[in-house]
């Protein structure tokens, strides 16, 4: 049973508009949420995070948004640019014996067409 | 800047060969993790570790087992390679008071 879903195995926008990724969660203990990027034949990369007890995170193109009472969180890109072409990994994290251990969505590929 | 390396970025194999792979992180963080990633199933955890010796099953043990002997080492052992053990496997390192996880290039791995 999947607790961290991402409904949409892909999306495609154009260079300039916003990218909007969403991410559903059931496990009401997970208390951080993160965003990985992948590229192909690499290892994801962390892009931006956000605590149980915040709204919203920004950095630079990139925010974040969780709403606690939806399990819901979504990354928006604005503006998506080419190299923005990746596969995103949202994942939900919990405390376990004094480490932090994720679970991750199953992935959105995101294109950017120029 | 923290680095993960894994001993091969690509390896080819015959079932039931036992293989190994090795990651090395170098910013003597406490926990290690091993995924696979395959499409269309996102990461999924096979075992972690958050400290030398120790180890903890994760989502898909069954098949593998680990070996942390050193707190920069993290080995994934395949007792005997199947077919439907091929896979991209992605190790992972991170520290107790952080969530974010840093993550090496992935081993590419083909079981004929």
């Known amino acids: 049973d999947q607790q961290v879903k991402q409904n949409s195995p892909s999306l495609s926008v154009q260079e300039g508009r916003i990218s909007i990724l969403n991410c559903d969660y059931t496990n009401s203990m997970f208390d951080y949420f993160l965003w990985y990027k992948k590229y192909p034949a690499e290892g994801p990369t962390f892009l931006i995070s956000?605590?149980?007890?915040?709204d919203k995170n920004e950095d630079g193109r990139f925010t974040v948004f969780l709403n606690k009472s939806a399990k819901h969180l979504s990354l928006h890109i604005v503006p998506s640019q080419p190299g923005d072409s990746a596969v995103y990994f949202c994942?939900?994290?919990?405390?376990?014996?004094?480490?932090?251990?994720?679970?991750f969505g199953r992935g959105t590929s995101l294109i950017v067409h120029p | 800047d923290v680095k993960v390396t894994q001993s091969s970025r690509y390896l080819v194999k015959r079932t039931g060969e036992k293989v190994f792979l090795e990651c090395v992180q170098d910013?003597?963080?406490?926990?290690m993790f091993w995924y696979r990633q395959d499409p269309g199933l996102g990461l999924r955890l096979i075992y972690f570790?958050?400290?030398?010796?120790?180890?903890e099953k994760g989502d898909i043990p069954e098949g593998y087992s680990v070996s942390r002997e050193k707190k920069e080492r993290f080995s994934l052992i395949l007792e005997s390679a199947s077919t439907n053990q091929t896979s991209m496997y992605l190790c992972a390192s991170s520290t107790d008071s952080t969530y974010e996880q840093y993550f090496g290039p992935g081993t590419r791995l083909t079981v004929t």
């Open positions: 994942a939900a994290s919990r405390a376990s014996g004094g480490s932090y251990i994720p679970t």
């Open positions: 910013m003597d963080h406490e926990n």
């Open positions: 570790s958050y400290d030398v010796k120790m180890k």
């Open positions: 956000i605590s149980s007890i915040k």
